[in-house]
Nanobody, 115 residues
């Protein structure tokens, strides 16, 4: 099972940008898909962005055009570039790995967007 560690979350003003990183404990080139989820205050965890082993991406409607997910297999890392941040983007962001028979989660990183 892969271990995942997120970083990059902090307080940012609305309209600003952040880049979240997810470091994996092993090679990710064979992992079926990796994703970013978030849990906003008082809401259920939702998937924000996903990237497959082949590089196909998928985004929640609320972040399309503002967020970009990418993966660097050489560095065993996945990133989430977040632009034009809004207060409703506030939440704990989690990295997720789908190895088909095993699912792994990171501990999360807090993103707070001030209005």
């Amino acid at each position: 099972q892969v271990q995942l560690v997120e970083s990059g979350g902090r307080l940012v003003q609305a309209g600003g940008s952040l880049r979240l990183s997810c470091a994996a404990s092993k090679r990710i080139f064979s992992i079926n898909a990796m994703a970013w989820y978030r849990r906003a205050p008082g809401k259920q965890r939702e998937r924000v962005a996903l990237i497959t082993r082949g590089g196909t991406t998928n985004y929640a409607d609320s972040v399309k055009g503002r967020f970009t997910i990418s993966r660097d297999n050489a560095k065993n890392a996945v990133y989430l570039q977040m632009n034009s941040l809004k207060p409703e983007d506030t939440g704990v962001y989690y990295c997720y790995a789908d190895e088909l028979s095993i699912s792994s989660w990171g501990q999360g990183t807090q993103v707070t967007v001030a209005s």
